[in-house]
């Protein structure tokens, strides 16, 4: 199969002579403006871009950006009509892989292009490879020992052998796809492909395409055909996350699969047939998804007959010390330093914490005190702004940035500055560090606030 090469110049004798001197040897799209071009590196894969010097509006670095703003693998080639100083300081600071002058050289561009293409394969396999230890590492256990906790894992362990769909359901950040991990780890489908779909981030398109696979000529830049997960991980497993955001087209399509275990490419007629298992999550009601008219209630009653629950953070909250515990662990072996311990008094704040964010949120919480921190004990001064103000640590009387109110009130206060600080940080804390409010419960403007704020060294706390 022939390597596929965009070329993007608004000088039409240019893609001319490019397509002449290329097209014996890849396959060969051409387009005379950069934002149409990355309209095509959307929709299809390529291996090299060759990038004129000249674009309107943009320079190399600009369009550049554009390109990898895409989040494909390729690399690029620049086309430039002089060899100067100037101009290879800025190929050089745009990342751009290597670069001809015109006008074109059929033979030295090919020269060019071959070493591109093994630069590109090699971009692919280190890819592939850090994407499999990424999965290696985060196949972390389901760390717990609360009630609900251990009702999830007593569930996951009754339904992983079963073939069925099974749908998982929970706040983000509270750890379904850690969930799904684990039913396909103690699934008899464990010596299979197990392959991760955020739904979220794809457009219908992209999903379609990526799950299904297309037919040479289904779209304009589809120049093959090209298989997809389907049927790349024929008898493994497939999550699908975020379910909820895919278009009701696609799970008319996904329902078939889940009942009948066929499919179409993209722009093809023969069904084929696939045996895949299905593991889906949401982080919405899809009931009222359902009514919204957004999702099929057919398929909602064929992924509802096993479904697991993820407990909120907030829910389960004796599993903090034993989570936060891991979570150091792991940051410090990470980091390479000393494993640090967590104050007591630190402790009670994220007890206290509603933790909106989940696990999630509480491990990149422990991850920047930990970074932030020289010392063995982490204390009360590392803690985020954010669960100072929200805790009811010390019977709902810490001033933050100041300590407890009772130790205050217990020394004599000689200055109105002393008195002002203590009264600004307590209107801060009480609005949640919302200056509109505060300036409007103190009676002040709040350019005033802002100056006391820096005057008293409030915004560093």
């Known amino acids: 199969m022939k390597k596929s090469i965009l070329a993007i110049s608004e000088r039409k004798e240019v893609l001319k002579e490019l397509r002449k001197e290329l097209l014996k040897y890849y396959e060969v799209i051409t387009f005379n403006n950069l934002l149409d071009g990355l309209d095509m590196l959307r929709e299809s894969d390529f291996d090299v871009v060759i990038l004129d010097q000249y674009l309107t509006w943009f320079n190399f670095s600009d369009a550049k950006k554009k390109l990898n703003g895409v989040g494909k693998e390729f690399v690029t080639i620049g086309l430039i009509d002089e060899e100067t100083d100037e101009v290879l300081e800025e190929l050089d600071k745009a990342g751009i892989y290597s670069y001809a002058v015109k006008p074109i050289n059929g033979e030295a561009i090919v020269k060019l292009i071959k070493p591109a293409l093994v630069n590109v394969e090699t971009i692919k396999k280190y890819k592939k490879l850090k994407e499999k230890v990424t999965e290696l590492e985060e196949q972390k256990e389901i760390v717990g020992q609360s009630i609900k ?75 093959s055909s090209k298989k997809g997960i389907l049927e790349e991980i024929d008898g493994g497993t497939l999550f699908l996350d975020e379910i909820a955001g895919i278009d009701i087209k696609i799970q008319t399509k996904i329902l078939r699969v889940i009942e009948y275990g066929e499919y179409k490419r993209v722009g093809g007629t023969r069904a084929k047939r696939v045996d895949v298992r299905f593991i889906v999550s949401t982080d919405k009601d899809l009931r009222d998804e359902i009514e919204k008219g957004k999702f099929r209630k057919d398929l909602y009653h064929r992924l509802t007959g096993f479904k697991v629950e993820v407990p909120p953070l907030r829910e389960r909250k004796e599993d903090i010390p034993l989570l936060s515990n891991y979570f150091i662990n792991g940051i410090a072996k990470d980091l390479n330093r000393p494993i640090p311990v967590l104050s007591g008094e630190v402790m009670k704040y994220l007890m206290e914490y509603s933790f909106p964010g989940n696990i999630r949120e509480l491990r990149n919480m422990l991850e920047r005190m930990i970074i932030l921190s020289d010392e063995k004990i982490i204390g009360v001064e590392n803690l985020p702004l954010e669960i100072k103000m929200k805790s009811d640590t010390v019977e709902n009387k810490t001033v933050i940035g100041l300590g407890p109110l009772k130790d205050i009130l217990e020394k004599e206060i000689f200055s109105l500055d002393d008195v002002e600080r203590v009264v600004i940080a307590m209107a801060l804390q009480r609005t949640r560090w919302n200056k509109q409010e505060t300036a409007k419960i103190l009676g002040i403007g709040r350019t005033t606030l802002y100056e006391k704020i820096r005057k008293y060294k409030l915004d560093d706390k």
Not at 158 to 175: F, M, N, Q, R, Y
Not at 191 to 201: A, I, L, P, Q
């Open 149 to 223: 906790i251990k009702e999830v894992k007593s569930k996951i362990d009754k339904i992983a052998s079963t073939d069925l769909p099974i749908l998982i359901t929970g706040e983000g950040g509270v750890g379904k796809t850690l969930v799904a991990r684990e039913i396909y780890r103690k699934s008899d489908r464990r010596k299979k492909d197990y392959v991760t779909m955020n739904c979220g981030t794809m457009t219908s398109e992209t999903l379609e395409r990526e799950l299904f696979g297309y037919e040479r000529g289904a779209f304009p830049g589809a120049i």
